[in-house]
């Protein structure tokens, strides 16, 4: 049985799950690149296509989108102003709580002066070390917090991956379009002779317009607003705002816990098995 779950959650589409998550964001990145191809430089109908090579052709790709979108993962690591989910996402980590409460200590002698530091990325280990001690369960605190981190990331995959497909059909039809402006360029140019054009490509229209429409569907229905977020944003907010308050119930015992850190006495055990041993879910 245990095996029989082991192969379900391989093959998973769910995107509250590690593999749903890579599982769904690949195929439907790779779907749309298929469809692009297809709809901009593809006129050969699908049913033509040969069954095996399109097979092999396509299990490839689907390997190679699938390493390019998860070889590194922007939600954690990129510090641009834009696009603006990432700031969001780690502003909303409860570790902050454990470097601000270092920062507010005067005494650092508890620590032989070596307070957390931002760049040090030791509370962010602090964090993980009381994160990993809650149970974990199908309806814990600690497996909701994956499942709403992994519902973020396919949610910003996929509304950039649909920014990105509606520039490149946008940019692709644009060059089609002056190339056929300069084919004709001694003809005066007027808007019903731009239509006439485009309408050359009712295909490739709709493909831009589906996506440009998915990407603001997705973009005003999860708006990582610091003050107001909405959809999968706010949910990450919630989640961690439960982590904050039990930091925070346990306050005194978690200064006791950062301060002996580099330590494994009693103190520190039992500063950290006091943290460890409350109810997952805060107070009502």
Same mark, same amino acid.
């Given at each position: 049985? +245990?095996?029989?779950?082991?192969?379900? %959650?391989?093959?998973?589409?769910?995107?509250?799950? !590690?593999?749903?998550?890579?599982?769904?964001?690949?195929?439907?990145?790779?779907?749309?690149?298929?469809?692009?191809?297809?709809?901009?430089?593809?006129?050969?109908?699908?049913?033509?296509?040969?069954?095996?090579?399109?097979?092999?052709?396509?299990?490839?790709?689907?390997?190679?989108?699938?390493?390019?979108?998860?070889?590194?993962? &922007?939600? /954690?690591?990129? @510090?641009?102003?834009?696009? &603006? +989910?990432?700031?969001?996402?780690?502003?909303?980590?409860?570790?902050?709580?454990?470097? +601000?409460?270092?920062? +507010?200590?005067?005494?650092?002698?508890?620590?032989?002066?070596? &307070?957390?530091?931002?760049?040090?990325?030791?509370?962010?280990?602090?964090?993980? /070390?009381?994160?990993? %001690?809650?149970?974990?369960?199908?309806?814990?605190? =600690? %497996? =909701?917090?994956?499942?709403?981190?992994?519902?973020?990331?396919?949610?910003?995959?996929? !509304?950039?991956?649909? #920014?990105?497909?509606?520039?490149?059909?946008?940019?692709? #039809?644009?060059?089609?379009?002056?190339?056929?402006?300069? /084919?004709?360029?001694?003809?005066?140019?007027?808007?019903?002779?731009?239509?006439?054009?485009?309408?050359?490509?009712?295909?490739?229209?709709?493909?831009?317009?589906?996506?440009?429409?998915?990407?603001?569907?997705?973009?005003?229905?999860?708006?990582?607003? @610091? !003050?107001?977020?909405?959809?999968?944003? @706010?949910?990450? =907010?919630?989640?961690?705002?439960?982590?904050?308050?039990?930091?925070? =119930?346990?306050?005194? !015992?978690?200064?006791?816990?950062?301060?002996?850190?580099?330590?494994?006495?009693?103190?520190?055990?039992?500063?950290?098995?006091?943290?460890?041993?409350?109810?997952?879910?805060? &107070? /009502?």
């Amino acid at each position: 049985m +245990e095996n029989s779950v082991d192969i379900a %959650s391989i093959f998973s589409l769910n995107p509250a799950t !590690k593999e749903g998550l890579k599982n769904a964001t690949s195929i439907g990145v790779l779907a749309n690149l298929a469809t692009f191809v297809w709809t901009f430089f593809f006129s050969q109908s699908i049913r033509d296509l040969e069954t095996l090579p399109a097979l092999i052709l396509l299990v490839a790709a689907l390997v190679i989108v699938r390493v390019l979108i998860f070889a590194a993962d &922007p939600l /954690e690591t990129l @510090a641009w102003r834009w696009p &603006p +989910e990432p700031r969001f996402f780690r502003a909303h980590y409860p570790s902050k709580y454990l470097l +601000e409460r270092c920062r +507010e200590c005067a005494d650092h002698s508890p620590c032989h002066d070596r &307070p957390l530091g931002a760049h040090s990325r030791e509370y962010i280990a602090v964090w993980y /070390e009381i994160f990993d %001690s809650i149970p974990q369960d199908s309806n814990s605190l =600690r %497996s =909701r917090t994956y499942e709403k981190g992994f519902t973020c990331r396919f949610i910003f995959y996929m !509304k950039y991956s649909f #920014l990105l497909f509606y520039i490149l059909g946008a940019g692709t #039809l644009s060059s089609k379009v002056f190339a056929i402006f300069f /084919e004709h360029r001694n003809l005066p140019v007027s808007w019903a002779f731009v239509w006439s054009v485009l309408l050359q490509s009712p295909r490739q229209l709709i493909y831009i317009a589906v996506n440009l429409l998915l990407w603001t569907a997705i973009t005003g229905l999860n708006r990582p607003d @610091a !003050k107001h977020p909405t959809g999968c944003w @706010a949910m990450w =907010r919630d989640i961690n705002a439960q982590h904050l308050l039990r930091l925070k =119930r346990d306050d005194d !015992k978690l200064i006791t816990l950062v301060c002996l850190r580099n330590s494994r006495d009693a103190d520190h055990k039992s500063a950290f098995n006091q943290i460890k041993d409350r109810e997952t879910e805060p &107070p /009502e």
